[in-house]
């Protein structure tokens, strides 16, 4: 397993900084507002609790929802962070979430490459986001040269989206919206004899879908592997799947990634295991955000 953080390889991301974590919760730095939130990876103590009283912004209760956010000092209006050539709109949820995980621009450096290595103009990779979220991926893909379509249930996500690709100048690239189910997105597709270039999912471990239907990842997870593979075209040029939490561990008997890369090797090519990770700028305390499994031929 390799481990890869915001920082690595590419430009650092602006206006975003993990400052410390502990006591499962994380400081950070938005937009030059110091935010405290969840983290049930921080399962340490703070090594200086003191650091604490610097948070202008708090997201009370222990999960990503059923909380509120407080606030000495708001957001700026607009707060923004960037990456290269990426600009990300950074807002208040009804979640702990605010639009963005940085720690996923690793995978957005490699969704680069692997579309910058095979792009012909001719031709560009056709490139499917699944659970796109806010679409840093879908932008990173985009301004790539691909052509992309972004698939999320929640409508006010994928407006998001097109507004960060409007910030990032990418708002006349061809990239089409869809306020979809995913998985009834993905039988859809099927039906259709659609194929894509290269396909990203990065699922939650829990949530609702379009029209109230209950996701789970440890029980949708393998329909959602298999049909993402029946989806790719003869000449793949990606495939990525994120995973966040211990509900992974529930799929595979407890050895997620010997499984999922077995899952994902059957149709040949080989899969990268990744953990992706932030370390804190005052404490130097590495902090585990998820797992990446990277496909490519």
């Known amino acids: 397993m390799n481990l890869a953080e915001c920082s690595s390889g590419k430009a650092p991301c602006t206006g975003y900084e993990l400052l410390a974590s502990g006591d499962g919760q994380r400081l950070e730095r938005w937009g030059g507002v110091t935010v405290l939130r969840p983290e049930s990876e921080a399962l340490w103590s703070w090594r200086d609790r003191d650091i604490l009283t610097q948070a202008q912004g708090c997201y009370s209760g222990n999960h990503a929802t059923g909380g509120h956010w407080s606030w000495r000092t708001p957001l700026p209006e607009p707060c923004l962070v960037k990456r290269g050539d990426l600009t990300f709109l950074i807002k208040q949820t009804q979640s702990k979430h605010l639009g963005l995980f940085p720690e996923q621009a690793p995978n957005w450096d490699w969704i680069t490459d692997r579309i910058r ?37 929640a409508r006010a996500m994928v407006s998001w989206c097109s507004e960060n690709a409007r910030l990032s100048g990418l708002d006349d690239k061809p990239i089409r919206y869809l306020v979809e189910d995913c998985l009834t ?67 595979g008997g407890g050895i997620p990634e010997t499984v999922i890369k077995k899952r994902f090797e059957r149709i040949g090519g080989c899969c990268e295991v990744v953990g992706l990770k932030l370390e ?18």
């Open 185 to 251: 997105f993905l039988q859809r597709e099927l039906r259709r004899g659609n194929l894509y270039d290269g396909i990203i999912m990065d699922p939650p471990t829990f949530g609702r879908g379009k029209n109230g239907k209950i996701w789970k990842l440890s029980e949708h997870l393998p329909y959602l592997l298999d049909t993402a593979q029946e989806l790719l075209s003869d000449q793949p040029v990606l495939l990525l799947l994120n995973t966040y939490g211990d509900a992974i561990n529930s799929f």
């Open 280 to 297: 804190g700028s005052l404490d130097g305390r590495i902090l585990p955000c998820g797992m990446s499994y990277r496909w490519s031929l």
């Open 117 to 153: 290595s095979c792009e012909t103009p001719e031709n560009p990779p056709k490139i499917l986001n699944l659970f796109g979220y806010t679409g840093a991926a879908t932008l990173a893909a985009a301004a790539s040269g691909s052509s992309v379509t972004h698939v999320d249930s």
